[in-house]
């Protein structure tokens, strides 16, 4: 039985159309900088908002209607809800989806039987793909939900619960592995603390290095060569999380020889959680080749915490996918919803109606930033403002010829300096404006 009855695969009909079912910007096939839209994006839609979000809140309890599920742990129940959540990502013709192990199957009494839970829906899924062509982003553990992980889980003072978290995370690397997924994500979920009174910060990284080396064994161990990555989150739940931005997780990598084996999957929210811009990160990561996978979502201004709404915003998706361009695209990563519908659109159309949206805010977001990129209608303004480091002087400093000296030197001849360029933002915000228009 069809979980969504009334709904048929969500088609292209362009810009003039006024079905909220239909694709206005995603064209699939259209090409951009010699590229499919499918290609640029590879749109993945997560398991544990759509499937399992109900929409309760501190509150009060859910009230998402999801009529083909029939609201138990069973692994029945598990296995139906895989089949809705495929037919779902084949009609918004997403390529990919993601999930956490206790999302698609239910966990067990013990470690044996959530193993054997989790295989059990692992063979819908496997049949699924097979059947859908719809593929694997990535695959994680969650490691934060079950009390046992309340100081942690790699990060935590109990060493049984670090080895459970061990076992935890081998099984879902295998699981991802047999599913042909295409990374594997780490996102700390408890790897923080709330006060440093009780906490050794400096064994609980120790630790969480240790750990992430074995993660890294044990995928050449059964040949896992998908990509692993970290997703920085500056807070929520704990109060500081090690993994709080890319520059922290980068520094982290670099400290304990891991830049080789990782990359960074970025979200949008908690970018904003950690006082940057999504494009601050992206081209952070980008600038260290450390761009990964994005977890597309938004946060809202007025908020303090990680709401994860779709983001329908020209300008966010516009600034997102121009430093995405600028660093090559997403390689085996992709743009993965980890968002979820509001409370209050309780119905399962509204899945349909906030993917769509996104989706097409990221495919004009796109056709914008390769405008721009066309025309070099900030390249040239950012090379201009850097020239004199292109010749005399500041090439030197870059080439590394000159030291204190020499540049004292230099400078007691000349006396002062050259003036210096506008920085022309206002223009700038103003360009962009002007392509936003266009596209
Ligand atoms: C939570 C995170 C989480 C990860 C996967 O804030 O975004 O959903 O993406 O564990
Ligand atoms: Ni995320
Ligand atoms: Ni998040």
Not at 28 to 36: A, I, M, R
Not at 258 to 270: C, G, I, S, V
Not at 383 to 397: E, H, L, V, W
Request: hydrophobic share 40%.
């Amino acid at each position: 039985m069809a979980a969504f009855p009334e709904i048929s695969t969500v088609q292209y009909e362009g810009p003039q159309s006024d079905n909220p079912l239909a694709f206005r910007w995603y064209n699939p096939d259209e090409l951009v900088e010699g590229k499919t839209m499918k290609e640029h994006f590879r749109f993945s839609i997560v398991y544990w908002h759509t499937f399992r979000g109900t929409g309760s809140d501190p509150f009060g309890p859910g009230t998402a209607v999801r009529p083909w599920d029939d609201g138990s742990e069973s692994v029945e129940n598990a296995q139906n809800r895989a089949r809705a959540a495929f037919e779902l990502f084949e009609k918004l013709q997403a390529p990919y989806y993601a999930f956490h192990d206790r999302d698609v199957a239910p966990e067990g009494a013990s470690l044996a039987e959530s193993n054997a839970n989790l295989d059990a829906v692992a063979d819908v899924l496997a049949e699924q793909q097979q059947q859908t062509g719809v593929k694997l982003l990535w695959g994680t553990a969650n490691m934060f939900s079950n009390p046992r992980f309340m100081h942690g889980a790699a990060t935590t003072c109990n060493a049984d619960v670090f080895a459970y978290a061990a076992a935890q995370v081998k099984k879902a690397m295998e699981v991802t592995h047999r599913l042909g997924g295409e990374n594997y994500v780490f996102w700390g979920g408890r790897e923080g603390y709330q006060n440093l009174y009780n906490t050794d910060m400096k064994r609980e990284l120790d630790h969480l290095a240790k750990f992430f080396h074995m993660a890294v064994d044990y995928a050449k161990e059964i040949g896992f060569t998908g990509q692993f990555l970290i997703e920085p989150k500056p807070k929520e739940p704990t109060k500081h999380q090690y993994d709080s931005d890319a520059a922290a997780c980068m520094n982290f990598l670099r400290a304990y020889d891991l830049t080789d084996h990782f990359k960074l999957n970025l979200e949008t929210n908690h970018a904003t959680l950690a006082g940057h811009t999504m494009m601050h990160e992206i081209d952070y990561a980008g600038a260290q080749g450390a761009l990964g996978s994005i977890d597309a979502n938004t946060g809202d201004m007025l908020l303090g915490w990680d709401t994860d709404q779709f983001a329908t915003d020209y300008y966010l998706t516009t600034q997102m996918m121009y430093y995405i361009l600028k660093h090559g695209g997403l390689g085996s990563g992709g743009v993965n919803f980890d968002a979820k519908v509001r409370r209050e659109s309780f119905e399962p159309i509204d899945l349909f109606y906030a993917h769509v949206g996104s989706m097409d805010a990221y495919a004009k977001g796109l056709k914008i930033a390769a405008a721009i990129r066309a025309d070099n209608a900030l390249e040239d303004f950012v090379s201009q403002r850097y020239s004199s480091f292109d010749s005399g002087i500041g090439a030197k400093i870059e080439a590394g010829e000159v030291n204190f000296s020499d540049l004292e030197k230099y400078m007691l001849e000349k006396g002062e300096v050259t003036p210096n360029v506008s920085g022309r933002q206002e223009m700038l915000e103003a360009v962009v404006n002007r392509y936003i228009d266009r596209v």
